[in-house]
């Protein structure tokens, strides 16, 4: 039997899937349980988001629409411009320092439980297994010829997947084009170049990825497997076996807990052996513990033989797993980014106005003695709701707004006034001079966005 030492070296040098496909052995468990949740939890939200409705301007529209032709994010109530592209970035770090967080606390944990890659795998993982059988039987149907009985199990197995991969694939893109708009075009072969081009990408992806890359994404694609080495100490719970309980392992004989039956690596989805200590490759997902807990249990030995377990716990010192400056540091910085991304929102305006001069013609000269300029104001009214806006100048004595000065702005739009500003010339000015645009909601009365520009004399 090879020492652990060996083991961890050969573990070292294993660079990409040496040990062949895995097939994995499946397990009951709680930690296999919460697992399950998990991709239960996730696919509801991500299969069923597209499909819901809300309340949008007087009309019912999608309530999740990332609506990039329009440049606008739909998230039920709350409409998101390009404007908003800090509140987007802070989203991002909160979500950054929720998962830098989680991972100084359970390590990969995750990986384990709410990575889209480990989610989709479990799901083809268990259609492979009620198509092709337990882990024996597709080994056995690996090694097999071909025969009709296998080519029909693969045909299933890979029919299946495709549909999952097709179901995804519209899914997701149904969060960028209307999903009842969608589906009619792609049941009568009408869509847009974009809607095809990413159909076919994501759903591939889906497919390569799920059902045929599986661990190798997280061994060796995802980056984040290789830097969250960084964001661990000796204090974070990762997915342990107790080598103090468990060595010395002896099959049929029990002077460590441990009696080398192997389970917990059958039932690794990454294929590695979680009693050669803490590997890159273990995302967490705690299988082997589920595995190790059945056994223990049918041995009536205690429990958590492999646990998750701080190497801190593991080597018998007093564990302070909440009081270490990375978890409270990653804390303050969610808590402080969410407190400043509400506060946006909350304080972000829904009326914005861009006053544009005319570039073609600076001024004109009326028969009446008056001066005029030209302006288009680009109205972008935030709220989902229409609104009537009356415009008016301010700040340059004599100047006034001629022709039509209320206007009509849709909800969730952009609109382009055209304005035309005059004063009486000889009035002892010259040259160019400061004005304020003032643009009123004459609904609410109180909606009040001023702007400056210049108004240019002869
Ligand atoms: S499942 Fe438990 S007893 Fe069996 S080999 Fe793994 S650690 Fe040892
Ligand atoms: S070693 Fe255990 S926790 Fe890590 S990936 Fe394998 S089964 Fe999951």
Same mark, same amino acid.
């Given at each position: ?30 930690? &296999? ?58 989203? $991002? ?16 944990? %995750? ?93 591939? %992806? ?20 290789? %830097? ?55 995302? &967490? ?28 716990? $593991? ?46 013609? $600076? ?9 005029? &300029? ?32 209320? %206007? ?51």
């Amino acid at each position: 039997m090879a020492s652990a030492a060996s083991r961890v070296q050969e573990a070292r040098i294993e660079l990409y899937r040496r040990k062949g496909k895995i097939h994995a052995r499946e397990t009951r468990g709680r930690w &296999n349980s919460l697992r399950w949740a998990m991709v239960w939890l996730t696919q509801i939200v991500f299969y069923g988001g597209c499909w819901l409705s809300w309340e949008r301007g007087g009309q019912v529209q999608q309530a999740v629409l990332f609506d990039i032709a329009g440049r606008k994010f739909h998230l039920f109530g709350l409409t998101l411009w390009p404007q908003d592209a800090l509140l987007l970035a802070i989203m $991002l770090i909160v979500a950054a320092a929720a998962l830098f967080l989680a991972t100084a606390l359970a390590g990969r944990v %995750f990986c384990g439980f709410a990575c889209p890659q480990t989610v989709y795998t479990a799901i083809f993982a268990w259609v492979e297994a009620r198509v092709e059988g337990d882990h024996l039987a597709r080994a056995k149907l690996d090694a097999a010829p071909l025969s009709v009985r296998k080519a029909a199990l693969r045909a299933t197995k890979h029919g299946v997947w495709a549909l999952i991969a097709g179901w995804t694939a519209i899914s997701f893109v149904g969060y960028f084009t209307p999903i009842r708009e969608l589906l009619p075009a792609l049941a009568g072969l009408q869509l847009g170049p974009w809607e095809g081009f990413w159909l076919l990408f994501y759903g591939s %992806f889906t497919y390569v990825q799920a059902g045929l890359a599986r661990e190798a994404v997280c061994q060796h694609m995802c980056p984040y497997s290789r %830097f969250q080495g960084v964001m661990v100490d000796r204090h974070t719970r990762n997915a342990s076996y107790d080598a103090a309980r468990g060595e010395p392992r002896r099959a049929g004989r029990r002077d460590g807990a441990c009696v080398d039956c192997g389970i917990c690596v059958q039932v690794c989805p990454t294929g590695i052996d979680i009693r050669d200590g803490l590997q890159y490759q273990c995302i &967490n997902c705690g299988l082997c513990a589920d595995a190790c807990d059945t056994v223990m249990a049918k041995l009536g030995a205690p429990a958590g033989l492999v646990r998750f377990a701080s190497e801190a716990e $593991l080597a018998g010192e007093r564990v302070a797993a909440g009081l270490r400056p990375r978890v409270w540091v990653y804390g303050a910085l969610a808590v402080a980014f969410t407190v400043a991304g509400l506060w946006l929102l909350v304080e972000r305006p829904l009326l914005r106005v861009d006053v544009l001069r005319d570039r073609g013609t $600076l001024l004109r000269e009326t028969q009446d003695g008056q001066v005029e &300029n030209g302006y288009t104001l680009n109205v972008a009214n935030l709220l989902e709701a229409p609104r009537r806006l009356a415009v008016a100048v301010e700040g340059l004595g004599g100047a006034q707004i001629v022709g039509e000065r209320v %206007f009509r702005a849709g909800a969730g739009s952009v609109t382009p006034l055209r304005v035309t500003v005059a004063m009486p010339a000889g009035g002892g000015l010259s040259g160019v001079q400061a004005l304020r645009f003032v643009v009123t909601d004459e609904g609410d009365g109180a909606t009040r966005v001023v702007e400056p520009s210049t108004f240019i004399l002869p």
